[in-house]
């Protein structure tokens, strides 16, 4: 029997060994049985109305997350609204210190601010803390965890466990094999990152905006500082570093932290599309050891989380529309960087609303079950 807590391997299918091309299927990140008893006695959705918040509503009672009872909990103007949960009506709560009484674990997706704010709410409380936001992902007394790669990062939690930016999860899932076999140097990575990254309103404003470009209408952008329908806006976040935004920041910096590895260097340019749901990233990896393609190819099919689709001469790589409301991390283009012996180029997609944030801040809700379930904690006792 796999231990407790152990990622399920990927498996990877040569379909045309001759090309060398694999795709791995069949990604399932943990195992959901070992989930299936109760661990948690009240676990608490924080952000519940949010694009992210409803997926992670919807993973819990999907993959049967350990709880008892699961709370949802949202700003003032979101309180008293229902919604259907394991078959049941369920009325949102307003945000408060007192909520988090009896609260064992909460995870949640808000914007920075309130994330500041709630956070010592439920940690006076005992709760164990899942953020979503980016408030407290640098803070040296916070794991930055992605459960695929760095799972052992739990261990010294004081009560935050922060999940990363959409944008750092999906290359940091891909650069892991890679770092493991031959030690990456320097990454330069260019975003294509689609308009639900900015919640709700990013969705809206593509939609609309569309239709009113279509239709010859003037649009006012709620959301975005320029049109992002029939455009392209080289700028996510703000001016934070010598030129590079702070969303080009926080991937140098989280990744570093995840990987454990200050020496990365990290270029990135990350880049707003017109497209509804998914990002996508071209990345360039220069490694100690060069890696050849049919390695490369190999060691991510072997990586947990990871599919490889990677059959050029048949159209086959990963996009945004293929790969839409699924959980794994998808890899296609793989070649040789004509330019420099040590460099690999592949294309990387993933749903940022589920890997890049729903789903990686559930995946360490589960990794915490699966770590009080072995430790034979009885449900309630605290973190
Ligand atoms: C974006 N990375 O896509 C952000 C969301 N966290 O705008």
């Not at 299927?25 to 009240?42: G, H, L, R, Y």
């Not at 709410?121 to 040296?140: H, K, L, N, Q, T």
């Not at 320097?186 to 990013?202: D, E, F, K, L, P």
């Not at 709620?222 to 080289?234: R, S, T, W, Y």
Request: net charge neutral.
């Amino acid at each position: 029997m796999r231990p407790q807590g152990e990622p399920v391997a990927a498996e990877a299918v040569i379909v045309d060994r001759r090309r060398a091309i694999y795709t791995s299927v069949s990604v399932p990140v943990f195992e959901k049985a070992q989930v299936e008893n109760i661990v948690f006695d009240v676990v608490a959705v924080v952000g519940a109305t949010g694009a992210v918040g409803r997926i992670i509503v919807s993973l819990l009672e999907e993959r049967r997350f350990p709880a008892r009872s699961v709370k949802f909990l949202a700003s003032q103007r979101s309180a008293g609204t229902k919604l259907r949960f394991r078959g049941e009506e369920q009325t949102i709560e307003e945000l408060s210190p007192e909520a988090f009484e009896g609260v064992d674990l909460a995870i949640g997706s808000t914007p920075d601010p309130v994330a500041r704010e709630f956070a010592p709410w439920a940690v006076e409380r005992g709760c164990v803390v899942i953020d979503e936001s980016g408030y407290f992902r640098m803070d040296p007394k916070v794991p930055l965890v992605i459960p695929e790669v760095n799972p052992q990062a739990v261990e010294s939690h004081q009560g935050i466990i922060s999940s990363p930016n959409c944008s750092t999860t999906q290359l940091v899932v891909a650069l892991k094999p890679l770092h493991d076999a031959a030690r990456v140097r320097r990454v330069v990575v260019s975003t294509y990152q689609a308009a639900s990254g900015i919640g709700v309103a990013g969705s809206r404003d593509l939609e609309q905006g569309t239709h009113a470009r279509l239709h010859g209408q003037p649009f006012h952008y709620e959301a975005f500082a320029h049109p992002i329908a029939f455009n392209v806006i080289p700028q996510i976040g703000s001016e934070k570093h010598q030129g590079y935004t702070s969303e080009e920041m926080k991937m140098v910096h989280e990744t570093r932290k995840i990987l454990g590895d200050p020496s990365i260097q990290i270029c990135p340019t990350c880049v707003r599309v017109p497209v509804g749901n998914v990002h996508s990233e071209s990345i360039l990896v220069e490694t100690e050891r060069p890696i050849e393609v049919d390695e490369a190819r190999r060691l991510f099919a072997a990586m947990p989380g990871v599919v490889v689709v990677d059959d050029l001469p048949a159209g086959k790589y990963p996009m945004p529309l293929t790969c839409d409301g699924r959980d794994e991390v998808f890899i296609g283009r793989i070649r040789k960087d004509l330019s420099h012996p040590s460099g690999l180029a592949f294309w990387c997609v993933s749903d940022n609303l589920r890997k890049g944030a729903a789903t990686n801040a559930v995946q360490i809700g589960e990794l915490l079950a699966r770590k009080r379930a072995g430790q034979g904690r009885p449900v309630g006792a605290r973190a």
